[in-house]
């Protein structure tokens, strides 16, 4: 599909789009349940030296583990601390279990918790109610997690406080330059993280034509007004995935525990695999031929439905 | 935008579209409702401001209709729009959490600080009946309080649709908020421009009064200070309304609203 | 498309379900933004001689006219009391101002009011917090408007209590036979306020193959366990519309007003459009082809999506 | 479901998920994650239940996978599935609201109440560091919140991981929410079956304790109660748990986790 890039538009290259939004000790939201998750952009971050950051994410998933480990992230703000399926993520437990090589700080949530405090942020709530805290120790734990009185005559609700990130990074199946972000399948909580942001980057699968986009209004998950920034980043969720283009490398995920489990490796991977190369292009040369096609997916379509369109009178009288 | 100007009344519509028009210069998102606004949006895109993004109530944002709509729930918005959202995401999102720079709103009662009443005329209190059941506040509250700026146009301009006191506030002003809770402010500007068959008025601060900014021709100042609830302040460089130009009213007639559905 | 109705699931008949789902006294809510109004299931409510009910909807429309002078209802919770474009409801409107020829009760929020007592239903929380009702006399009018401290030390918010319907009743493009619903163009609050009743009944332009649903998961809004009946009600939304289906009957809507105007005449369009019309096929035979063919849309297709599909280890062996 | 019993050992994985399964007879919906619960869902659908609707914390609900999903986000449950909806919607309104009959949990550790631990062990109050920094809460405190019931599957059976006392309560039962707050009890019935290498323990009662319902064949009572960190009570009618059929083997070993990822 042929698209001017040079339009007017939000349209950059990644490290640009890094470089403008991304400073030290700001909170940067990395989202995608399990799906989508924003690798590549993960990477420039560590390239680019950020600091301090205070990471948000409802899943850390390697990808914290790699930030982590590459010096950037001062504190973590999270529900769950492993790698989906398979296994601990090593350099945050030895930071956290023993500050090893320093300490990392934790905010903690549970995953409703997480996304109810995009939901706050992105709805310019203080706060947000939720059910399923009572007679946890999570509220010990974590004295941002709150109570209050229902004046229905109710119990008390715990409520989480809205959660605004300086930034939120997010991954999508494709955009038109505009800004305007389409995404399927699981969809976790980047629209409420992305709205709750005052700043959003989008890498994508591919920009497309506005009529691409303008054909399936209701596939819009983000419009331009929530995006700062759309960068064409193909495979750029690897080794997670995006449905219908590439599958989720669970080889890699396996590979990952012992590389996380010894510190030298995981320098020497971030050195291989991130610092050395110099963005996601090079990234998909050096992963491959041959590992893109284990995780190379067969096509599976959608319908197509009818948005209809109206007669319009010249042509009814014609 | 320059050109012959038109002689169409002050209280036409097409007088009161053009004027509401120019106020989406160099804006970027709108909140358009239905009616006069449809043309007003539809004027400014043609002529100011093309990239103008149309978010409508129903959750269209982007929208490039093919035909005028006729409301803002209207198959033509969502054909070829940029965005279809479910309502929470449109009033949560979209305009609680800021997007939206301005927002046209209409009303049966404006006060000085340009709080709307669109609920009811007469008593209301202690169960009575009023003697107007209006619309209500639909959208108009959440707009109010959360589009950057609001402008509304009335087809009034009398002591009735601009009292010294509302008979309910259905839409605060940021003044109106202020008093309630000095702490629950609001994010947006409020009321900044109204227009009606008479004149143009202003509000200069988020806590001000309403303003005479502009007096539409063939109408005096002492016609619109008399028209007015109470007595009402005239900006020191007050001057006469801009008429519309003879292309507005042509693209109005010829090209926007070509089955004169809000062109009598 | 072929759908064996007799297989299991929960389609049924209009009849059928307003019967078995509607009960005199009910709080029922039907929902639809100007777009999928449920006609075809409140006349059938009419039909049925419904009373005392309370009638939830954002919008009343021509809808809560026809249904307030047909005596169904007690109790309207609402939050706009015109008809979307065109003009006043009369009906409403003399109950309201001169209680003729009764009272009627009104409960009132704003419509993002309306939209949060939905969410809060659908999510079963006690209340839903918003911005917009400081120094508004809406909270004076309506004392279930309240307000709650911010523990996080900012300033009181406004909150709404939950709303939860016995019954919400939607209108949409289409349906599987267990109940999946997938609608597209305006989205309203159907998925909220469905979400947040006891009973959920769905009329559809279509009830398709489970295949057809399932080839595009995300536009699935309802899914089947939020889903009580589905009935095949082909134009359910007339004189409001069906996008890609059939638009708005606009001169209807303004034929409307001087019905509305007049009770005589508003009865008398009651009992031949409603008590005469035994069903949905009916009226759309009396309404009659030319009338059918002013709001008949041009094809406007999207494009399909690709949700792909992994290799099968058998195949890839293969 | 009858036929030849397999002698697998109840501490493997075959024996521990058709045990699981069973308690899918009947229900209508499940909230499945990871691991063994994939393979006991998968083998209820084939033998107990096909009719189950699978619903995970990534918002798929009605999925209808093609291959052995290796995650609750794995692409193959999406294809094909009923609907996929975002998280605010999966959480707030298909599990907050009460859509889920069961809900699968694992723990490191479970009390007497059925209350869970995945979050630490050893000391964390006043900045501590913990010895063992556990997932955390993920959707589990919710799950146990807002499901009908759960069921929970432990690898282990000994008094530290059925400690008299939790390190730290992440998701409590509903005897541990009432005593924080009596009116904010949830609505589920919390675990109601706890499945380890020894024995199947169950909860009669929303408010009662775990009791030992049947022990696993070669496994003594004695060696039960030993091995609980608690004095463990036991079922009147406590009899042994039933064990799988060759044919369940079958189905896990060579229809379902044919690379067996799940099944060492």
Redesign the interface.
Known sequence: MSVDTSAPGVVTDLASAVAAHVEDGMTVAFEG???LIPFAAGHEVIRQGRRDLTFCR??PDLLADQMVAAGCVRRLV?????S??AGSLYE??RR????DPAPLEVE??????M?CRY?AG??????F??????????P??NPRI???????G????H?V?ALNPDVTIVHA?RA?R?G?V?M??????Q??AA?AADRVIVTVEEIVDDE?????????VL????VDAVVACPRGAHPS?A???Y??D?AFYREWTPISRDPALLQAWLREWVYEVPDRTAYVEKVGAERWRSV??????????????????QEAAQ | MTGPLSDVPPASTEFLATVAARELEGKQRVFAGVGLPTLAVDLAVRTLNPDLELVYESGVCGARPEAMAEGIADSVLVSGAAAVVPMPVLFGYVLQRGHVDVGFLGAAQVDRYGSLNTSFIGSWRDGARPDVRLPGAGGAVEVMANAGEVVVVLRRHDPGALPDRLDFCTSPSPVAARAADPRAVPRGFGLRTLITPKAVLRRRDRFGELEVASVHPGVSLEEVRASTGWDVAVSPDVVETRRPRVEDVRLLREEIDIVRLYLR
Do not use: K
């Open positions: 349940f399990g799906h409802m899943t999270s529900a769950f601390f492993a989906g399926s945050v437990r956290v279990e023993d500050a903690e949530y549970s995953h409703y918790g996304v939901q992105a709805a310019r709530l203080p706060f109610p939720l059910r399923s805290y009572a007679g946890s120790d999570l010990e734990l709150r109570t209050v009185t229902d004046p229905y109710g119990p008390d609700i409520v406080p199946q038109d505009h305007n389409q399927w399948g699981i969809l976790g909580a629209q409420e709205y691409v986009v303008r054909a399936d209004p209701n596939r819009t419009p331009a007004h929530a995935y449905q219908g283009c599958d989720r669970n190379a997916v067969d096509e599976r379509l959608s319908g197509r439905v009818d948005y209809g369109r109206r007669y319009a009178p």
